[in-house]
């Protein structure tokens, strides 16, 4: 896995939002800082799920990695060519804008709201056919979009290929947007709340569709989630990865199986407390000692997740844990508590918080 | 129909204290295409104390049940059959006969309610105290009690209320509006509290802590919570009982423990095994085949059977009424002694 290029690799990538919301010109703005620090390499035929509050920044993040959010630090290659480098004028870059562009795709949170509403899902879909496909004539067009349609259940196409999406189903909508993704034959796409606004019968289907289209087209998925469940799904059955997000910041990451068989982060344990199950348990404290999630406009010092954390020491207030590496199971984990030798462990724990391991 | 033992099954003998009685309840609307009854001919009783869960996917008829134990259903919709409220003392109510201005009383003092998309049922120009003080004006309680009481009720939902209720909507993120907009519902002392995909727009952390505070808010103000929302797995964590809807009826009633171990309804069967858990084996967990029907054309008969494994012809001629199954447990089909015939995929461990 190491010795091939990474389709998107993100390196220290920051994004800081200003909010210029004062009228006085001098006054300083405040800086939301929606991701910092985030390093993450996705490959071919990978699948690489997060999962995070809102606010926590995963959509950022998400958005970064396929080249629509320019970090404000850090740098994002595409197979080793710098994405906002590519689209400097005379730059001369090694792979064009167009062709990253291309590479790169998305679908939406919201189904109803990312396809046109005037425009039936034949001319939805033949747009981007038109724009990156000139060689195909009409009915080499019609012909793909039917056959992807098929493929996908919708069938019978020619049915399906002359209805507006007032017509179609959620499920149905979600369908149509990742055809669309599908026929620009991307590396990389990036589903970000894709299957949320579904049904609860209707995800698994969705997911498992996304999952068998990910193997047969050789195409690598992000997948963002607030759901670890969902995330769990997609990641799980795709042999991939699984990381959490709280703050802007990726505090674990790993194999998902591995992740969610022994999280090791406090707060990955707090999300899986919060993951339904379909057990019967009495209704237990939060295991947090804030419900509510800080302002990212001025986050917390030291470890982000102190103010909430079961178990922080005065050492989270002051120090910012790194991304500890388990080589074993290349599991990283950014809180002190995995390193035996911390200090952490010798210094006094908060108000509410315990330090037992 | 209905005989008055059918009625009383999902309550246990010994403690039949309803506080709602819905008998009968259909909500139609008059279409162009068509007569849409969006809730058709429901019976269900509410105990005091209880808190019962109401689970349904999209367009099974669960919001229109919320707003129907209000008389809240919307113009041109129109609601029959009768809600019988019993106060704690004093005689029993008809909800569906109230007058408008007794009706205006009665919500809020002694049904109150948490709607869907919550998050927009604050006035942005108005202080979250503001809205405190005018239901209490409008209500005629005294404010001063009342301010105590909500701040009372904003502490026991970990919030800080000298804070929130200076504070304007836009101020406060999307859980504290949720629970902020909870302790008003809860401000008049209600006996019954009705919510409606009460946390569907949040967090999964901030879900849970919700209902985990709505179970303590319950036993501390003996209230009954009426829950209705599509996610079972959330309810099983707070509910006594669950009530499962499928296109517009109840497909079976039942103790949580009931519902999640013994489903008797192939319906309820295939939504636990829809349901993506973080503790059942990956390649069990199966999607529902087909789709939930038209509420203008939904098929004779028992409305499941174009999606059932174990339809019959019988279930075409003839549309199950609710059997019970054992004394708290009801159940609308004809093959519920064959269920089992579906395999649970999801193993529930107590």
């Known amino acids: ?357 | 129909m209905n005989t008055s033992s059918d009625l009383q099954a999902g309550t246990p003998r010994t403690a039949p204290d309803p506080i709602l009685r819905i008998r009968d309840l259909t909500v139609r609307f008059e279409m162009d295409r068509g007569t849409s009854r969006v809730l058709d001919g429901v019976n269900l009783d509410i105990h005091r104390n209880e808190i019962i869960g109401i689970v349904g996917e999209s367009g099974s008829g669960k919001s229109m049940l919320a707003s129907a134990l209000l008389d809240a259903v919307v113009k041109p919709g129109v609601t029959e059959g009768t809600i019988t409220y019993s106060p704690p003392d004093g005689d029993d109510i008809d909800i569906l006969d109230l007058s408008a201005e007794d009706l205006r009383q009665f919500r809020w003092e002694e049904i109150s309610m948490v709607f869907q998309g919550a998050l927009s049922s604050f006035n942005p120009t108005m202080a979250i105290g503001e809205h405190f003080q005018e239901t209490l004006e409008a209500h005629g309680y005294p404010v001063g009690p009342g301010m105590d009481r909500a701040a009372e009720l904003l502490d026991d939902l970990y919030l800080d209320p000298d804070r929130v209720l200076s504070s304007y909507p836009h101020e406060l993120s999307g859980g504290m509006k949720q629970r902020a907009l909870i302790a008003l519902a809860l401000v008049l002392d209600p006996e019954v509290l009705v919510m409606d995909e009460p946390t569907a727009a949040l967090d999964l952390l901030m879900q849970r802590s919700i209902v985990s505070l709505l179970a303590e808010l319950r036993d501390k103000h003996d209230l009954t919570m009426v829950f209705i929302t599509h996610d079972l797995p959330l309810v099983t964590k707070l509910a006594d009982r669950i009530g499962v809807l499928y296109a517009f009826e109840f497909a079976e009633i039942g103790k949580t423990e009931t519902i999640l171990k013994e489903p008797a309804h192939p319906y309820t069967r295939a939504l636990l095994n829809a349901t993506p858990n973080l503790d059942a084996p990956l390649e069990e967990m199966r999607p529902i085949a087909g789709s939930a029907p038209d509420p203008v054309n939904v098929p004779e008969g028992c409305s499941y059977r174009t999606r059932c494994p174990l339809a019959t012809p019988d279930c075409e001629h003839e549309d199950p009424l609710l059997e019970q199954v054992t004394d708290t447990h009801r159940v609308a089909c004809h093959h519920w002694r064959d269920a089992e015939e579906i395999p649970l995929t999801t193993e529930v461990d107590k």
């Open chain 1, 1 to 357: 896995m190491s010795a091939e290029t990474p389709v998107i690799s993100l390196s220290d990538v920051e994004v800081h939002f200003e909010t210029g919301s004062s009228l006085n010109p001098l006054a300083d703005n405040d800086v939301v800082r929606a991701a910092d620090g985030i390093d993450l390499d996705i490959f071919e035929n990978d699948v690489v799920a997060i999962v995070g509050e809102s606010g926590s920044g995963k959509t950022t993040l998400g958005k970064t990695a396929v080249g629509l959010q320019q970090p404000t630090g850090g740098s994002v290659q595409y197979r080793g060519q710098d994405i906002w480098d590519a689209q400097k004028l005379f730059s001369k870059p090694d792979i064009p804008f167009s062709e990253i562009r291309r590479s790169l795709q998305i679908i939406h949170q919201d189904p109803e709201s990312s396809l046109n509403p005037h425009k039936s899902v034949r001319s939805s879909l033949e747009q981007p056919l038109k724009k990156w496909h000139t060689d195909l004539g009409p009915e080499d067009r019609e012909a793909r979009i039917l056959a992807m349609l098929d493929r996908v259940g919708m069938s019978p196409p020619h049915d399906y290929a002359q209805r507006y999406p007032h017509q179609l189903s959620g499920g149905e909508t979600q369908r149509v947007a990742l055809i669309r993704a599908l026929l620009m034959n991307p590396d990389l796409i990036l589903a970000d709340e894709a299957v949320s606004a579904l049904d609860v019968s209707l995800r698994v289907e969705m997911m498992d569709l996304m999952l068998e289209l990910q193997d047969s087209f050789d195409t690598s998925f992000l997948f963002i989630s607030h759901d670890l469940s969902n995330a769990r799904y997609v990641a799980e059955h795709a042999g991939g990865r699984l990381g959490v997000m709280y703050l802007g910041e990726l505090v674990e990451i790993g194999p998902a199986e591995e992740v969610l068989q022994n999280p090791q982060h406090p707060y990955t344990k707090v999300l899986t407390w919060a993951t339904p199950s379909l057990e019967i348990t009495a209704a237990t404290e939060p295991p947090v000692r804030e419900i509510d999630i800080p302002d990212p406009v001025n986050p917390p010092s030291g470890c982000r997740f102190h103010t909430r954390c079961p178990n922080a020491t005065t050492y989270c207030q002051q120090r910012t844990p790194p991304l500890f590496l388990d080589e074993a199971t290349s599991h990283q984990t950014a809180c002190y508590r995995v390193d035996e030798d911390s200090e952490y462990w010798t210094h006094e724990p908060l108000e509410g918080a315990t330090r037992d391991r």
